[in-house]
């Protein structure tokens, strides 16, 4: 008889096949997406100005993808990531969390949960 597994699990990307880790990633890759994201509609926001505000907002798209994507490597187990990883976690919550305050933005509060979401993901290994 054949089974009906799939053939996609995360097994097969080096990492333990659990819930907590699926969603680990999921945020993670999120994470990610969204800050390139945000990188690509920096001329749509900014497309009227020049110079710091729009190095600033694409900068900190940036800084995203990048968080998302150690938080990748963090869960494929590079042990330098794991370190990495929890302190660009913390750093990205402050900022949000701080930038939440100032602007209360739907998506700059949704920024801020995912950020926590996966400090608080990181910090339990």
Do not use: C
């Not at 996609?8 to 096949?17: A, D, K």
């Not at 990633?25 to 945000?38: E, P, R, Y």
């Not at 800084?63 to 913390?90: E, H, Q, Y």
């Not at 933005?105 to 990181?122: D, K, M, N």
């Amino acid at each position: 008889m054949h089974s009906a597994r799939s053939p996609f699990t995360l097994e097969l990307l080096g990492m333990p096949n659990d819930p907590i880790t699926a969603l680990d990633l999921a945020l993670s890759t999120a994470l990610s997406v969204g800050g390139l994201g945000h990188v690509a509609l920096t001329p749509f926001y900014y497309g009227h100005e020049t110079g710091i505000n729009q190095a600033w907002f694409a900068g900190s798209g940036l800084a995203l993808t990048l968080v998302g994507m150690l938080n990748i490597l963090r869960l494929r187990g590079d042990a330098t990531a794991g370190v990495m990883s929890k302190a660009a976690n913390l750093g990205a919550t402050s900022f949000l969390g701080f930038a939440a305050l100032q602007n209360r933005e739907a998506q700059t509060i949704a920024g801020f949960a995912l950020a926590a979401t996966l400090t608080t993901l990181a910090m339990r290994k």
